[in-house]
């Protein structure tokens, strides 16, 4: 995978499972999906669009746990394999020195990435009561530290990219409204320090079917000599409401707003049980992945139904041709 992958780090120990045989698809499932369940803690409702890395050899992670009051609350997690979870029962307390932006309202959707040297958070956060991109950061997964938000509201799916592009820090993020957004576009912002945000320029829209209604970034983009590959969540209005499937671009390494090939056919929808039935049900939603560089393995983690995480499995390089050829 030397020839395709930039920057990635060989991690041998990701979860994986091979394809099962006369399986055609470009990812596929793992057999003992949801390895999440709702229940994993007492204090949850629910537990899905998680994020994690790899950790000390390990993996830990920064989890959705909705809990039985129905508050979206954000709680750490370590894992020695990837697949079973130890998840604090408390959620993170976060360190801010302004009493303003540290005022915890709510938190969902987050995603983690490493930067320089520390581990950087992003969420779906709540300013003044309304929707926008938390940012904070941890070295060690225990003590976390809260930044000023990156942007106004209402925004959601805040996505970092894995190293500055040009100097600057880098981001994807998804403009919304104050409700559960029937619209949304993806767009691409950068900052000098990770508080000043500008530079705003559009990335891509909705188009058709599956991905009609709206789009958000997925998982952290992976460096490629192809581009940067994308996952990403498109949504379709049903006769029964909202449908969520799984879906990929490839972005211009140097102009990451400029879309080179993006997929036309979604690579995954909610097909299965725990992805058709929950408390919101038919949602695939890509949160995080691990990326084996030696191999091109990668394991994706997603929210099902709104309530629990599944796990996906594919090759970076098999994934880069179907996007190509199979573009929209």
Same mark, same amino acid.
């Not at 938390?134 to 209402?154: C, I, K, S």
């Not at 691409?188 to 891509?204: A, I, K, L, N």
């Given at each position: 995978?030397?020839?395709?992958?930039?920057?990635?780090?060989?991690?041998?120990?990701?979860? +994986?499972?091979?394809?099962?045989?006369?399986?055609?698809?470009?990812?596929?499932?793992? &057999?003992?999906?949801?390895?999440?369940?709702?229940?994993?803690?007492?204090?949850?409702?629910?537990?899905?669009?998680?994020?994690?890395?790899?950790?000390?050899?390990?993996?830990?992670?920064?989890?959705?746990?909705?809990?039985?009051?129905?508050?979206?609350?954000?709680?750490?997690?370590?894992? $020695?394999?990837?697949?079973? +979870?130890?998840?604090?029962?408390?959620?993170?307390? +976060?360190?801010?020195?302004?009493?303003?932006?540290?005022?915890?309202?709510?938190?969902?959707?987050?995603?983690?990435? +490493?930067?320089?040297?520390?581990?950087?958070?992003?969420?779906?956060?709540?300013?003044?009561?309304?929707?926008?991109?938390?940012?904070?950061?941890?070295?060690?997964?225990?003590?976390? $530290?809260?930044?000023?938000?990156?942007?106004?509201?209402?925004?959601?799916?805040?996505?970092?990219?894995?190293?500055?592009?040009?100097?600057?820090?880098?981001?994807?993020?998804?403009? &919304?409204?104050?409700? $559960?957004?029937?619209?949304?576009?993806?767009?691409?912002?950068?900052?000098?320090?990770?508080?000043?945000?500008?530079?705003?320029?559009?990335?891509?829209?909705?188009?058709?079917?599956?991905?009609?209604?709206?789009?958000?970034?997925?998982?952290?983009?992976?460096?490629?000599?192809?581009?940067?590959?994308?996952?990403?969540?498109?949504?379709?209005?049903?006769?029964?409401?909202?449908?969520?499937?799984?879906?990929?671009?490839?972005?211009?390494? $140097?102009?990451?707003?400029?879309?080179?090939?993006?997929?036309?056919?979604?690579?995954?929808?909610?097909?299965?049980?725990?992805?058709?039935?929950?408390?919101?049900?038919?949602?695939?939603?890509?949160?995080?992945?691990?990326?084996?560089?030696?191999?091109?393995?990668?394991?994706?983690?997603?929210?099902?139904?709104?309530?629990?995480?599944?796990?996906?499995?594919?090759?970076?390089?098999?994934?880069?041709?179907?996007?190509?050829?199979?573009?929209?």
């Amino acid at each position: 995978m030397s020839g395709i992958l930039v920057n990635a780090e060989p991690l041998p120990n990701i979860p +994986w499972e091979d394809r099962p045989p006369g399986c055609r698809d470009v990812v596929w499932r793992y &057999s003992q999906n949801p390895v999440i369940p709702r229940d994993l803690i007492p204090s949850s409702n629910s537990i899905f669009n998680s994020a994690v890395v790899p950790f000390e050899g390990e993996f830990a992670g920064v989890f959705r746990c909705d809990d039985k009051r129905r508050a979206m609350q954000l709680h750490a997690g370590r894992s $020695h394999d990837g697949i079973t +979870w130890e998840i604090k029962n408390d959620r993170i307390q +976060w360190i801010c020195d302004d009493a303003d932006v540290g005022e915890w309202g709510y938190g969902y959707d987050p995603r983690v990435v +490493w930067i320089n040297d520390r581990y950087y958070v992003t969420w779906c956060n709540a300013y003044g009561g309304w929707p926008t991109i938390g940012v904070g950061y941890t070295h060690d997964f225990r003590e976390f $530290h809260q930044l000023e938000n990156a942007f106004l509201p209402f925004n959601r799916n805040g996505v970092l990219f894995p190293r500055k592009i040009g100097e600057k820090y880098a981001m994807l993020s998804r403009p &919304s409204d104050r409700g $559960h957004t029937p619209f949304g576009d993806i767009y691409y912002s950068e900052s000098p320090d990770m508080t000043h945000w500008g530079r705003h320029r559009f990335v891509m829209g909705t188009t058709f079917g599956w991905q009609s209604t709206k789009i958000g970034a997925g998982p952290i983009p992976i460096e490629t000599t192809q581009g940067w590959l994308l996952l990403y969540h498109g949504v379709l209005t049903s006769c029964n409401g909202f449908v969520y499937s799984m879906g990929a671009a490839l972005l211009d390494l $140097h102009q990451p707003w400029r879309v080179l090939f993006r997929t036309a056919p979604y690579l995954m929808s909610p097909q299965r049980l725990y992805e058709c039935v929950g408390d919101v049900p038919n949602v695939v939603f890509p949160c995080a992945a691990l990326l084996d560089g030696a191999s091109g393995r990668l394991a994706i983690y997603y929210g099902a139904a709104d309530t629990v995480v599944g796990l996906a499995f594919t090759y970076v390089d098999e994934l880069i041709t179907f996007v190509k050829t199979h573009a929209a």
